[in-house]
């Protein structure tokens, strides 16, 4: 799996879009980008994943750079539930969490 | 629909103790995962399975075994536990290996003293 690298943590403001980058610049050719969150000691949820297009779906965007090398994820609209840890993952189907980005939505 | 369940919730065990963890869904996935979580970090992968019958090695296999005798159902062993192995176990299943999200358990919660 490609290494990444996420902000450690991250302030966002309840109602307004989150933006959280994620720097994968080893990937290859065929390795997936995909973002999972843990909220509190849950088991990880799937947010989304893409390989070279941007992709949406009803949690949430996530835009690819055209070298593939750095991705977005986007969180439109914000809610105090979205606190959580995000992890980023460049790789296959073993996937390999980092430490991901500490997200937490304030009022 | 249960989705995945995992089997018990808490354990404390003393070392050299053995045990096992239970893994069990009911979507009908090919591929099933165990992973660790240690305190202030992120899952790494143990074992994992391409379908009934079959095992692998992850990240971090040593001191663990596994076994699928049943598509549904993944089991995670620990022969003699040490304090090392403390820790939150989460299992995870997927319909394939490329294309599809991985669907998590609510987590073991293991302590070894």
Known sequence: DAKTTQPTSMDCAEGRAANLPCNHSTISGNEYVYWYRQIHSQGPQYIIHGLKNNETNEMASLIITEDRKSSTLILPHATLRDTAVYYCIAGDYKLSFGAGTTVTVRA | ?113
């Not at chain 2, 299943?93 to 293991?110: A, C, H, M, N, V």
């Open chain 2, 1 to 113: 629909n249960a989705g995945v369940t995992q089997t018990p919730k808490f354990r404390v065990l003393k070392t050299g103790q053995s045990m096992t963890l239970l893994c069990a869904q009911d979507m009908n996935h090919e591929y099933m995962y165990w992973y660790r979580q240690d305190p202030g970090m992120g899952l790494r992968l143990i074992h994992y399975s391409v379908g009934e019958g079959t095992t692998a090695k992850g990240e971090v296999p040593d001191g663990y075994n596994v076994s699928r005798l049943k598509k549904q159902n993944f089991l995670l062993g620990l022969e003699s536990a040490a304090p090392s192995q403390t820790s939150v176990y989460f299992c995870a299943s997927s319909w394939d290996k490329i294309s599809y999200e991985q669907y998590f358990g609510p987590g073991t919660r293991l302590t070894v003293t």
